[in-house]
């Protein structure tokens, strides 16, 4: 089977866009990645998304996307994997170009949030959970989140200043990330004098509400020139949707299962890797995702964190261009942004934000509360 490289990529500005409706964030971006890649059609469409539907009323994405841009009578289709859903699309894309089935497939994600109230943005997130339990408990992901942090300060003796600094982190580098959401510093007394969301985590330690639209083109790697970006490997594992019936709520099982898989197919270990763009949708969620990565060892990711071991010039940096915290986490199109940022990178396209010769990538997407984990690894094999 041929291998599958990123023939060209687009994305919007992560931010509020009020004057653009979610179809507008799509072909803005399909379209730069359709001029990237220097191509007018595609054999298919796959559409990452998680609450058009609930949100702005609108479903059948990928023929709605596939009528604007003009490519009728390709086949197209919406993925929905909550927060992941983008990641997983990807995922479809390589797929059926690996077999063969299509040659070159437009595959992205899209999300617009800010046009919905604060509550009914926070209820849809709650989708990605079981709603019995959530509806019954009065639990919010934002909740579970802060479960989860009082857990892990108690297990591993861990002070609750570490936990935050993946948010410094993450603003420290969209400084200069032009499509970033929030393009500034923040200090860690600022994350921890921000209001309370979900004791012990505050408003600085979540993601913001926002739009944005991502797109690639992925093709067979045969007649194709050499310097794109190929996909080595991905993995794809789901776990317990109740999450008072795991095992352990400390232990992110989907990512731990996903990356093995991934590893396993791109021939490589973690410590090949070198450079990451995790989930960290709550600060709490990037550290436990270090650890089941392996790129930590258990109770070490928030005290590494605070050392400065991830940051852009250290000796394994994340979220580059600011992760989920800083430059945005539109939902379906997340996972889209974070393999693109990859792509940046390994190409040295990455401005100010370059980490210098990196030549292993790697994207961990999650959809819920590691309910859905998806991790796709890149490289030039």
């Known amino acids: 089977m041929s291998d599958v490289v990123i023939l060209g990529y687009g994305y919007t500005r992560v931010g509020e866009h009020w004057n653009k409706d979610i179809i507008d964030l799509a072909y803005e971006a399909a379209k730069k990645a359709l001029s990237m890649a220097n191509v007018d059609s595609v054999d298919a469409i796959y559409v990452g998304n998680m609450l058009s539907e609930y949100l702005e009323l609108q479903g059948h ?15 197209a289709v919406r993925v929905d994997a909550a927060d992941a859903s983008g990641a997983y699309a990807i995922v479809e894309a390589i797929k059926a170009v690996k077999t063969g089935e299509y040659k070159t497939v437009l595959v992205g ?13 926070f209820e849809g997130m709650t989708y990605s959970e079981d709603r019995f339990t959530m509806n019954m408990t009065g639990l919010t992901n934002a909740g579970i989140c802060g479960i989860l942090a009082r857990l892990y300060m108690n297990k591993y003796k861990v002070d609750r200043r570490s936990i935050s600094y993946i948010s410094v982190l993450d603003h420290e580098n969209s400084v200069n990330a032009e499509h970033a959401h929030f393009r500034n510093k923040i200090s860690i007394e600022a994350v921890l004098s921000s209001p309370m969301i979900a004791d012990p985590l505050t408003l600085l330690d979540t993601s913001p509400i926002c739009d944005g639209a991502a797109f690639i083109v992925v093709t067979s790697s045969d007649d194709i020139k050499e310097g794109c970006v190929k996909f080595l490997g991905y993995g794809v594992s789901t776990q317990n949707i109740i999450i008072t019936q795991r095992d352990d709520i400390l232990y992110l099982k989907a990512t731990y299962n996903a990356v093995k898989k991934a590893l396993k197919m791109a021939n490589l270990n973690i410590e090949n890797i070198d450079v990451a763009e995790i989930h960290d949708s709550y ?5 436990l995702a270090l650890e089941a990565l392996g790129i930590d060892e258990s109770g070490t990711a928030a005290i590494k964190l605070s050392e400065g071991v991830h940051n852009l010039k250290g000796e394994k940096p994340i979220n580059t261009f600011g992760g989920l915290k800083a430059r945005g986490h539109p939902l379906g199109a997340t996972g889209v942004y974070q393999v693109i940022e990859v792509a940046m990178q390994l190409t040295g396209r990455a401005g100010l934000n370059q980490v210098e010769n990196a030549k292993y990538g ?11 984990s998806v991790v796709i690894i890149l490289g030039f094999g």
Request: hydrophobic letters at 40%.
């Open 362 to 372: 790697l994207i961990h997407s999650m959809g819920g509360i590691d309910t859905t």
């Open 109 to 121: 994600g899209v999300e617009k949030l800010t046009d919905s109230l604060p509550a009914k943005v």
């Open 283 to 287: 600060s709490i969620l990037g550290v």
């Open 61 to 75: 994405l990928g023929a709605y996307i596939a009528s604007e841009l003009g490519l009728d009578d390709t086949p």
